[in-house]
């Protein structure tokens, strides 16, 4: 497994004098000037960076850097500009900050993060403060500027747009970083991440875009929270750290087996911005979806005298093939008073090993009510005192005063090494009082006449900026008996946010217990609230809760609930198989239970896997892969279909296709698509019987054969489907005697036109013919004339 290893080269630059009492520097980027052909001054490097809320405009501030790595002399724009290292440029800024973004919304341009693209600068930044960003509705979106020269910048547009009407949170993407899409699963050209609603939610986003559309808002790919139920010691100034998926996608280093190890920053609970939160850079290995960490956080760098509580990198350089990145550091003083500086580090890729998580996340169920009628089976109604109504906006439960009512989350067992439950997208639809508890029931005894306790809230209300606080609590039920485990402040859910046109916040939270670790997290607005022990939780089989309370309010409240996210993981176990491979390969799978292994192909040719994982309770339905070794795989041929091409109506028929693979391929899967839609049918691998039911008409068959890789042109099999009833009376006239062979006419009695004319077959005094009227139906005629023939009529009937 490769892995970093830092070495720090200490400071480049103190936080300017231009950003005043603010605390920067702040979210550093690099480019290199050879880049830009619009950019003339004598400088090889640029370092943008920038305050953090500072109480005035803040900005995107400059320093210049020249020479050789370890010996650069760094230069603020503001000397650069003085002393005439610039003047072979025009149009210049007038000073540091170099950049204000005043068509976005709001004040204190920030957090800026550079490309250089096809000799642009694309920089993505976020304004502070900013609400109503035209046709988005929301609060200090991402945008992205541009410039040729490097230091004049013009606002394109919103590029990470997050509605606060929809989501959770306030509206917040900004801390974004972005580069190549380095996930084959998502077809983009670049990939971001950001945060994705800032205090009022611990949810991250990751987002894509391609060139052509790198101005305009882009894909919002996930939202996700944090790694809830990851801790670690902290520092001198603050424990119980937390990693962050503010992951630099520069840091990406790609392992073997489609995992990445990545640079991911941590945080302290509870801190955020202007108090200039202390913060380090940890590796961690993450999945190939780009939001699962699979491994423990490692620390890259130990804090020294003069970097003393915070380290983030980001901002990468190459130069003379020695591979450095740019950090923030912290100076003296503490997270409340140090300023910040940057500084730069060299780093190696080498061998190593990381701790991996167990598990490294839940497995998750996404339950919508959104536009249902019903709650699903996962879900049931916990009281009964509410009543419900399912609306296009989501499930409103409506609970009298003095009442509780909330939803269990069915079937989890004590076996499980992980249980995640969170409320997604909540919110209240009057400004009232209410307060929310989560936890478990062990054996479900819950009854409706409970007798609630009455919380209160913790007496520290701050309704000027309608920012409540209130207290949530942890509880345990144990066969009727109730114990709170824990209890703790938050900012009220579903808060009536009026600064921002009256609209109701949807809000997030919930619960995360960890039996394996005894630790229990309450996922709350702003972070996982500490931890308390679940060593003492009695064995048993456990029902998750949520609930809410109306306590103290004199009429009834309501709430809406748009979804329910609930998860749990534990063992999975893996059937493997060699579905197909080349006829004289005599390999085998080295195991058929393990997650993954080594398999030794023996001969070239094509080799097709498939795979079942499954817990205690459910398995999933079976995927391919399909690999071709020695040669370049082909498509199967097209394929050939047997079986009729005419049907009677109310029978079944079989059509069977058969195609060739050239790769090697044994064992072709068939795709088939019957049309009209209204068919029935049944496959059974090559095999399709249709029945035909009273439609008459053409029934159109349509195959392809899959190798686990390519598919073949499609071949289309038509079968034409009539009534047999539609001749069914008609007669018989005997012409022209000759050797015994009789021509005949045949007539319809119904239309009294002919049908049929030609020669039958006698057997036995009775005359056969098959009329192609009646595709697929013999009909005879029994002659009724004398003996030699004579001319005459008889009467005919069907036969099958």
Known sequence: MLKYKFTDLGKIFDKPTSQGSNRGAYAQSIIATKDLSDFTADYDWIVYHSTDHDTGDGGTWVEFGKGEIGQIVWTDYDVALA?????????????????????????QTETPQAKIINDTVYLMTHNNQGKNYPGVGSNQNTAMSTSTDGLNFTHRNYVLTYNFDTEAGNGHTGYPKWTDNPFPMYDFDYIAYSIAGGSDSSNFAIWGCNFEDILQPWTLIKVFKRDAGRVWDGSEFYTDAQLSHLIDPDSLIPQDDGTFMAIAGSNPQGSSGAGLSVATSNQVLLAADGITFLSKPERLMPFTSENINGISLTGKLSHEGVDYMLYRGI???DSSTADAFIGIASYVIEDGSVELLDPPDSEHEDVTFIGKTELPESVSLMTG????????NGLEITIPEGMSEGLYLQDVKTNMKMLDISWVRLRQKTPLDWYPRVGFVKDYVRGSAFNHPNYVSTGYEDTSDDNWHKQMTVSQVVNGTETALDSYPYNVIGRLASNYENSIVPTTYGIRWMPTEDRLALLNTEHEQNFVDASTLPEGEYTPFIQIDNIGNTEAITVIIEGVSFGQAGDIDFAWTLDSKPSTSTATLPSATAKNFDFAPDVNGAYTFGLVAS???DSSTKVFKSISIGSVNTKPSKPTTSGPTTAQVNTDYDIVAAATDDGGASNLVYEVTVTPASISYIQDGDTVTVSTGTYTGNIALTFRAFDGVLYSDPTTHTIAVSNNAQESIGRITILDVTDGLQPIKIFSEVTDTKIYEGSPRFTNGVAFVTLPVAVGVSWFGRWLGTNPPQTGTGIFGVSE
């Open 385 to 392: 005192n509410g009543s419900l109504a399912f609306t296009a």
């Open 331 to 333: 100076g003296a003083g």
């Open 83 to 107: 002393n005439g290292s610039l003047d072979s440029m025009s149009n210049l800024p007038a000073g540091n900050p170099i950049y204000i973004n005043t068509v976005a919304a709001g004040k």
């Open 615 to 617: 817990d205690e309770d």
